[in-house]
């Protein structure tokens, strides 16, 4: 693997990882705490996470996701490295999916709605028209963040794949490749 290539599915990893731990961190802590406490608190806490989660450093880091995997993906193929190049640009095709669209079509529009709730509006019934249609988009990102991170730790890996392991991985992009069609 080039060193521009490796740096960039270097990146993919880090990036993938950050997301899916952030991701995880909600599905395994931030949301069963803010859902055993009382709804009022839930609300309120959420508002503030999600004000506080849109800023530079998170916006970048989920952004590039996609961005490294691709580039790295196109300069694997181009330098002879089908498994690399197609483990990486299917990793990228999962995240944007998973995780980007499924952060615009799900997490954002309810964070927006939570946050225009009225204020007289019951905090009962605000957090639980929230809460669990929010839990599956997180999922969703949380599995597809995972997934991206583990193509892209594959990818690193076939560049020094002994032989056997080298066959192994080509057979896997042959399928997935093959699913792709």
Known sequence: MRPLTAVLTGLTVLSAG????????F?????????AGSPATAVSAMRHINARIENP????????????????????LRSGQ????????????????????TTGAVNVPLNQTL???????????????????????NTVRTLASSATLLLAA??????????KAAAAAELVTDAVTAVAR
């Open 154 to 163: 594959a990818a690193f890996a076939a560049r020094s794949a002994t032989p």
């Open 27 to 35: 599905a395994v802590g931030v949301m069963p705490g803010l859902s």
């Open 18 to 25: 950050a997301m899916a731990g952030t991701f995880f961190a």
């Open 57 to 76: 450093f998170f916006l970048a880091v989920f952004m590039l996701v996609p961005v490294f995997a691709a580039v790295a993906g196109v300069l694997a």
């Open 82 to 101: 089908r498994t690399a190049g197609v483990l990486l640009l299917v990793a990228a095709a999962v995240y944007v999916v998973g995780t980007i669209i």
């Open 115 to 137: 946050a225009s709730a009225s204020p007289h509006a019951d905090p009962a019934t605000v957090w639980a028209d929230f809460v669990g249609r929010w839990n599956v988009g």
